[in-house]
T-cell receptor, first 112, second 116 residues
Framework: QKEVEQNSGPLSVPEGAIASLNCTYS??????FFWYRQYSGKSPELIMS????GDKEDGRFTAQLNKASQYVSLLIRDSQPSDSATYLC????????????FGTGTRLTVIP | DVKVTQSSRYLVKRTGEKVFLECVQD?????MFWYRQDPGLGLRLIYF???????EKGDIPEGYSVSREKKERFSLILESASTNQTSMYLC???????????????FGQGTRLTVV
């Protein structure tokens, strides 16, 4: 079983719609959860971090964490063509930098 | 802002060459990483360093070595480059002093290495 699993997509949504990206993780002891955005040919950039159960909102982005279900998601409201990228979920298992695991990413395309 | 800088954006090397990839961070971070990223395989950790002169193997260390002589600099060395090491190489850094302990990883711009 992989540490972090994501649907590779591609996920296509029309401009203005809500994009929903999902991620599951295997270790119940995981403590920190991150979403990175990666444009083609570029390096990942952090867009959200979440540490507690519930929702965390930042502009058009909402991260949701459910530790009981070992599930973390990212919602993008009012999707824009500029949101087209690969989104990487990352999970830190028990603190300590060498316990950071990445999913393989979900490719999102926002159709104008 | 955190800045992680990799020495080259693109590199082309010949099979058998010794290759050095350099990474510098300016935020006094304790931890530095080298990943490679290949289509369909995601990010794979090659090596990790949590302090000067300290290193740990990641998931795919074979064919690579690293050096961390100064806190801000972490070098990846391909001892004898092979075509299967053609990839995107990403350096990252993080701190142990975040509000929740360990902080998120910040990435350099990446080095696309082609071995011919």
């Amino acid at each position: 079983q992989k540490e972090v699993e994501q649907n590779s997509g591609p996920l296509s949504v029309p401009e203005g719609a809500i994009a929903s990206l999902n991620c599951t993780y295997s270790d119940r002891g995981s403590q920190s959860f991150f979403w990175y955005r990666q444009y083609s040919g570029k390096s990942p950039e952090l867009i959200m971090s979440i540490y507690s159960n519930g929702d965390k909102e930042d502009g058009r982005f909402t991260a949701q964490l459910n530790k009981a279900s070992q599930y973390v998601s990212l919602l993008i409201r009012d999707s824009q063509p500029s949101d087209s990228a690969t989104y990487l979920c990352a999970v830190n298992r028990r603190g300590g930098a060498n316990n950071l695991f990445f999913g393989t990413g979900t490719r999102l395309t926002v159709i104008p | 802002d955190v800045k992680v800088t990799q020495s080259s954006r693109y590199l082309v090397k010949r099979t058998g060459e010794k290759v050095f990839l350099e990474c510098v961070q300016d935020m006094d971070h304790e931890n530095m990483f080298w990943y490679r990223q290949d289509p369909g395989l995601g990010l794979r950790l090659i090596y990790f360093s949590y302090d000067v002169k300290m290193k740990e193997k990641g998931d795919i260390p074979e064919g690579y070595s690293v050096s961390r002589e100064k806190k801000e600099r972490f070098s990846l060395i391909l001892e004898s480059a092979s075509t299967n090491q053609t990839s995107m190489y990403l350096c990252a850094s993080s701190s142990d002093r975040g509000r929740h302990g360990w902080t998120e990883a910040f990435f350099g711009q990446g080095t696309r290495l082609t071995v011919v």
